[in-house]
Structure formats: structure tokens, C-alpha cells
């Protein structure tokens, strides 16, 4: 059983900066391919980005490509999301997960959510 929780999240000023990270407990993170994922208000849940079990390969949406990293640290077993050059509509709850399976469409692991709201 793997658990996730998120931080780092807040309030921002449109083109600002804000880094989530994504922490794991009760089991190695370098055994599952972690992705982030939001939530606007009023939408669906939605794919934000993934990394796989050692961050060498990586995989946005189009939506964020060129402003968001996500990259990795398995020896703190961790995983973030630098976002740069936010975006009000950038704003929603945001989620980590992880899986076993790199670009899999179902995670079997979640946390709780962390809300990021970007001001314009």
C-alpha cells in the first residue's frame, strides 16, 4: 500500500511560479510511474503529467508543455511538479498517483488533493 501526499500548493499571481511535490509512504515510490493530475472547478478530473519508475522518460499535456517539470527523487521518495508561467486556468485541485504501469489510464494510488489557485 503506497500513500501519497501532496504539497506545496497556494495561491499565485498570474505568470508566477508555484512547485508541488508529491511524497510517498509505506513503500519504494521507484517502483511506480507517479503522474500529477487537476480539477478545476466545475470539471472533470484531468492529466497534468507523468514520469516513469527512474525519470527518464516523461509525458505532459499540451496544455502545460514548456511551463510545467515534473521530475522525480526516489532517494526521498518523492515526485514534483515545478509550474511555471501559471495561468488562471491553471487553477483546480491538484492530485498525485501512482501505478506500477507507466501511462496507464487507471492509478491505483492517490492522495488527497491540494488546491492551487492562480489569480489573474
Known amino acids: 500500500q503506497v500513500q501519497l501526499v501532496e504539497s506545496g500548493g497556494g495561491l499565485v499571481q498570474s505568470g508566477g511560479s508555484l512547485r508541488l511535490s508529491c511524497a510517498a509512504s509505506?513503500?519504494?515510490?521507484?517502483?511506480?510511474?507517479v503522474a500529477w493530475f487537476r480539477q478545476p472547478p466545475g470539471k472533470e478530473r484531468q492529466f497534468v503529467a507523468t514520469?516513469?519508475?527512474?525519470?527518464?522518460?516523461?509525458h505532459y499535456t499540451n496544455s502545460v508543455k514548456g511551463r510545467f517539470n515534473i521530475s522525480r527523487d526516489n532517494a526521498r521518495n518523492t515526485v514534483d511538479l515545478q509550474m511555471d508561467s501559471l495561468k488562471p486556468e491553471d487553477t483546480a485541485v491538484y492530485y498525485c498517483a501512482a501505478d506500477r504501469i507507466f501511462l496507464t489510464t487507471t492509478y491505483n494510488y492517490w492522495g488527497q488533493g491540494i488546491q492551487v489557485t492562480v489569480s489573474s
Open positions: 509505506g513503500h519504494n515510490l521507484s517502483d511506480y510511474a
Open positions: 514520469i516513469s519508475w527512474t525519470g527518464s522518460r516523461t
